[in-house]
């Protein structure tokens, strides 16, 4: 017994030429590194960015790598068509130009959208991030300043709002005259709110908003302000004019919270935290006479901030209430390192990025997204890409993206496939048998003796037949054995097994992957349901096994009854649990029957009729037509039908004698009530006549128990019945016996 030491490690080179020497001194390891990287990168991707209607757009891209580079570019996921005769073109350093930016009012297409470019050489394709590409606008104001009358001394806010892309710039207008910002008294906020305190009687007028982007400047409706009394005199308890609102933003952005109060005295504004830590300092700025600004926000100043009004030297206060959320795009803390395996071998990239909320992470291969498959698994969130079984058409540039509300980041590595003409070829001739309930024996053909020399040992992957790759166990097993057995394996389980050979250059391709089942005996019989899905069509659906590797597939048969020939088994893997019957005869009725098979057998079967008819009639059968319930042996027909009528039927009219005229006890009479049974009961009934029990007859020739050798496993017959009702539709109507 051996195993194979195929650790993995970090070789740092002062300069190229200590690539060459890495490499011969990792020639040995199945794990030698890459010394250019992906050997194409970005230097520039394009950024989100706002355009102007009819003016030029250009975004850049800018990459590195050995030539000769294509670089293309897509819109909202598709190729974006450049060159002679559109307005966009592609430049000589990759970046796109789009001559005129358009909305086109014809069925509202637009350039705006999400861009990206693609850059691709020899070694594979590399995308990079995308940029979201927004139409400048400033449409109508969707809430204008309203008149309002206040004390003189008190507080005046004045509030519009438009949304504006790029956000826009709001400045206010007294009497059609920019408004002083000199006066300590006004307080603008950058989010269209202005803030009068201490109202003078000069400050009556009238009041309106001005907002301005690169689109458009647009004036709000007027607000007239009304300065009403005296300075008050009376007492008046603190009140929350307006207090903090929900908001969501990036790190190094500027928070501004509001909190505007009134009363008599002026009441005095702080802040604190929910959570009760500290606000701290740092960053930290009071615009007006209560609003909180905090400067380059972080992470760690996200919270609930609640602002209080305090009635100077009493207790008296009223608070509000506010949610900071920070958000922080992706940044990695891990990204894929290029790497070099040889055929047949693995390799595991790692990508681990944090961000606020929690970033997502796809994997793109050449561009395109990675689908995990037989070789290639996503595992830890996606965070780990591990590729097994490595192939040629594994060989490309792998990316991974992360994504979150409030960006994305992108980091790839190349995968180089080496064929070193010192691997081992592929294992041939691998053979199982059963040897016990928990044991198998492989085998496989020795290899030439020229090949021996350079193999060290095998590897033997064994999992249960339908279990993940990553249940996956692994047994190595000496150069000179070419026969193993298995042990302590479940009984009655199938197994996938497929061999490698490793020498010192890595491991050689598979062999062919062998199915074997342990000793143990067949499947359970599988419990499955019919649907009617229309008049010419049934599904069929059953339930898979609990455990992996008790069942290897499923086969599924079905003919008309009761004279129709039965149709050729139809094969499914054991993963499969439906399957529809279609193109059958409208209204006939059809025998389906299921047996689940391992390495040892095929289990007893289950059967079921199902009728297509309409009006959920059947056919008339009569007692000749009627066959054996014998899964293994002859097929069934619609007898068991005939029998449940003519069961109910008697047992009815049984009920109501017994209720007339009583039940009297004759000598020679059983206590209880017989049912007729088939020969294998040892009774039969007496046509139109009485049994030996006594009792009449209800029908001529039937027999409730199916015929059969009784050396066989008992078979398990169901009967069901579904019609159609009311075409076109899917209703179905259920009956079930067993016969």
Known sequence: MFWLALGSGVLHMKSTEDCGMAMQRLTMREDWGMCNGSELAFLVEPSDVIAVRDRPLMLDCRVEGEGPITVTWHKNGAPLLTGV???AKILSNGTLLIRSFQKRREGDT??????????????????????RVQLASLPKFHTHPESMAVDEGGVARFQCQVNGIPEANITWEKDRVVLSTSDDRYTLLPMGILQITGVKKSDAGIYRCVASNIANTRNSHEAHLNVTGGIARTYKEPVILSGPQNLTITVHQTAILECIATGNPRPIVSWSRLDGRSIGVEGIQVLGTGNLMISDVSLQHSGVYVCAANRPGTRMRRTALGRLVVQAPPEFLQWPQSLS?????????SCVAQGAP???????????????????????????????????????????IAENSAGTNQASARLA???????????QGLKGTALSQTSLQLSWTQPAEESTDSIIGYVLHIRKHGEPESKELQEAVSKTTFQHDLTNLDPATTYSIYLKAYSPLGASQQSGTVVVTTLG??????????????????????????????????????????????????????????HTLSNLDAGAVYEVKLVAYNGNGESDCSKKLVSLAEDGTIAKTTAEEESQCNCRGAESSLSSIVVGIHIGMACIIFCVLFLMFGYRRRKGTQDSWSVPRGAEGGHHAESNGVSKQGVTAPAQ???LLPQGNTGEHPT?????????SGLPGTGTGNSTGTG
């Open 85 to 87: 005769g559109t307005r």
């Open 110 to 131: 637009t350039d705006a959208g999400e861009y990206y470019c693609a850059a691709q050489n020899h070694y594979g394709m590399l995308v990079s991030r995308k940029a």
């Open 341 to 349: 395996r040889p055929a047949g071998g693995s390799a595991v990239f």
């Open 358 to 400: 929690e970033p997502h992470i796809i994997w793109l291969k050449n561009g395109k997204i990675l689908t995990p498959g037989d070789n290639v698994k996503l595992t830890n969130n996606n965070s780990t890409l591990a590729v097994t079984r490595i192939t040629p058409e594994d060989e490309a540039i792998y990316q991974c």
């Open 417 to 427: 496939v080496s064929v070193s003409r010192g691997l081992p070829s592929a294992p």
């Open 521 to 578: 005996g067949v499947p359970t019989p599988p419990t499955f349901f019919t649907k009617a899905l229309n008049a010419t069509a049934v599904q069929v659906l059953w339930e898979l096994p609990s455990k992996p590797g008790k069942v290897e597939g499923f086969r599924l048969s079905y003919r008309r009854v009761p004279h129709g020939e039965s149709q050729s088994p139809i094969q499914m893997p054991c993963h499969v649990n439906a």
């Open 701 to 703: 020739g039937i027999e």
């Open 716 to 724: 398990h017959c169901q009967v069901l019945i579904e019609h159609i």
